[in-house]
């Protein structure tokens, strides 16, 4: 199936309110031509140099979204173009962002990622972590970020019920922060094997990669 079938099935499940985030990692920049050509132009990557290398290469219309974990000494690379970043779990990660927003004359739109999964191995914070920056003095101050919302990933694993509880607490979370900080419109939930659960638990962005680019090749 090609690129832009894909794509074009994945839009017709979609509701009107939720945005589909094209996630291209690993994949080649003919790849990513195809998605644009199909009228995609939101792309996700994990590692900033990859992201970096593809946007220079790419149309400058298309927004990137930084969906991995992000490297503070490498905020740099991604303050002058990236679009939203959704992997920011701590006040010092923040801090740095807003320092090379900053220098860029920009203001850069984050999500805070909130750990939901039981597993160890998928990162973020708690909700009180979440609160305490929000509702700290020092996160005001910070005037080149904005915080638009949350991110989350769910456990990897056929149990739909635990997926749900997991998709539905980060709603949840979502809720309480948001009185708050009235700002906050996102819920970045869902990937290729749980988006459908993922809407149905109030997603408003999903992250979907091997359902629109095929498997990815880590060996290469
Ligand atoms: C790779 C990745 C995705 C997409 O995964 P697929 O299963 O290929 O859809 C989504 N979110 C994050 C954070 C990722 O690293």
Known sequence: MSIKTNLSQLQSQLPNQVTLVAVSKTKPVADLMEAYAAGQRIFGENKIQEMAEKQQQMPKDI?????????????????????????VDSLKLLN???????????????????????????SGMTLEDA????????????????IVGVMGMASFTDNTT???????????????????????LEISMGMSGDFPLAIECGSTMIRVGSRIFGARNYTK
């Not at 609160?131 to 904005?146: E, G, M, R, V, Y």
């Open 63 to 87: 927004q990137w979204h930084m969906i991995g974990n992000v490297q503070r000494n490498k905020v740099k690379y991604m303050a002058s173009f990236v679009d939203l970043i959704h992997g």
């Open 96 to 122: 740095e962002i807003n320092k090379q927003a900053e220098k860029n004359d920009r203001t850069i739109s984050c999500l805070l990622q909130l750990k939901i999964a039981k597993e160890d191995t998928k």
């Open 131 to 146: 609160h305490s920056i929000i509702d700290s003095d020092h996160f005001k101050s910070l005037k080149n970020i904005s």
């Open 162 to 184: 635990q997926i749900k509880e997991e998709f539905t607490a980060l709603k949840n979370t979502f809720e309480s922060l948001k009185e708050i900080n009235p700002d906050l």
